[in-house]
Each structure stands twice: as structure tokens, then as C-alpha cells.
């Protein structure tokens, strides 16, 4: 089980920005795909953005991909997402995964590590 933890998640108000970090270890951060994923209550985890860092390959959800953001900070073995023009519907926990890599996907049964969560709220 690779360990990861996020930061930054918060509350803000419709159309502010929020930078959330992944961190993991220095073999997860270069052998595994990292995803973010979002659940509100009542609904699905959505994947919304995956990255492979070791390969400099990354994917967004097209109905964000305006909006939000992934990169790789290879400093700290981290991965940021960075969302702006945030709206009241992008409430929901933020989460961060890994997964064996084989190919960017944004289904969560394809990762198998999990870290805690970040709460973003959004209010308008």
C-alpha cells in the first residue's frame, strides 16, 4: 500500500482558487499514475485528473480541464492541483490515489492506494 497525504483543500467562495498537494514517497511519485478524485455527498467519486510523473503524461476530465489543473513537483516528490473559478458544485472531498501505471486513467478501480481526503467547500 503506498502512502499518500494531501493538503490544501478549505473553504472558499465562488470563483476563488485552491492549490491541493499530494505527497507520496519518491518510488510511488515515480512509478505509479497519481490521480484526483472528488465525492460529494450522495454521489460517485469522479476522477478528475491523473499524472504519470515519471513519464511527464497527464490527463483533465474535459468538463474541468478549463478550469483545473495537474502538475508534478519532482523536488518534493508531490503532485499539485491547482482549481480556480471555483463553484458551489465543485464541493466535495478531494482525494489523491495511486495505481499501477498502464496508461492515464481517471477510473478509480484503477488505483489501489488511497489517501485521506481534503475538504473544499465552495460557497456562493
Known amino acids: 500500500q503506498e502512502q499518500l497525504a494531501e493538503s490544501g483543500g478549505g473553504s472558499v467562495e465562488a470563483g476563488g482558487s485552491l492549490r491541493l498537494s499530494c505527497r507520496t514517497s519518491?518510488?510511488?511519485?515515480?512509478?505509479?499514475?497519481i490521480g484526483w478524485f472528488r465525492q460529494a455527498p450522495g454521489k460517485g467519486r469522479e476522477g478528475l485528473a491523473a499524472i504519470y510523473p515519471g513519464g511527464q503524461q497527464t490527463t483533465v476530465r474535459n468538463s474541468v480541464k478549463d478550469r483545473f489543473t495537474i502538475s508534478q513537483d519532482n523536488a518534493n516528490n508531490t503532485v499539485y492541483f491547482d482549481m480556480r473559478s471555483l463553484k458551489p458544485e465543485d464541493t466535495a472531498m478531494y482525494s489523491c490515489?495511486?495505481?499501477?501505471?498502464?496508461?492515464?486513467?481517471?477510473?478509480?478501480?484503477?488505483?489501489?492506494?488511497w489517501g485521506q481526503g481534503t475538504q473544499v467547500t465552495v460557497s456562493s
Open positions: 490515489a495511486a495505481g499501477e501505471f498502464r496508461g492515464l486513467s481517471l477510473n478509480p478501480d484503477d488505483y489501489t492506494s
Open positions: 519518491e518510488y510511488t511519485y515515480r512509478n505509479y499514475l
